[in-house]
């Protein structure tokens, strides 16, 4: 079963850094795009930012500048390295992923979501 798992969210003061890395596992033969979405009480669920598997990326207006997603094939992860902080970037990260693998001789594909990493920015 494929599964997403994100780590490193924790408090962190304005003006801060974190890079929070989601890891993937499973019977997976390809990643195709992966990327980071967060959730902040009461507020619909949007995007921060996305890499294809070409190294291809889309960032959200609010945060271009100042976070940089990258991805490791090999490690089946991908990271988001957050700079410049601001209180408004308080919110759950959750990590989903297309993914294609293989059950018997049969390629299927599907989009997963990790269970999210609390993301805390405040003084």
């Known amino acids: 079963q494929v599964q997403l798992v994100e780590s490193g969210g924790r408090l962190v003061q304005p003006g801060g850094t974190l890079r929070p890395s989601c890891a993937a596992s499973?019977?997976?033969?390809?990643?195709?795009?992966i990327g980071w979405y967060r959730q902040d009480s009461g507020q619909e669920r949007e995007l921060v930012a996305t890499?294809?598997?070409?190294?291809?990326?889309k960032y959200a207006d609010s945060v271009k500048g100042r976070f940089t997603i990258s991805r490791d094939n090999a490690k089946k992860s991908v990271y988001l390295q957050m700079n410049s902080l601001k209180p408004e970037d308080t919110a759950v990260y959750y990590c989903?992923?297309?993914?294609?693998?293989?059950?018997?001789?049969?390629?299927?594909?599907?989009?997963?979501w990790g269970q999210g990493t609390q993301v805390t920015v405040s003084s």
């Open positions: 499973g019977p997976i033969w390809r990643i195709n795009v």
């Open positions: 989903n992923a297309d993914v294609e693998y293989y059950r018997g001789y049969i390629r299927y594909e599907n989009t997963y």
């Open positions: 890499i294809t598997s070409a190294g291809s990326t």
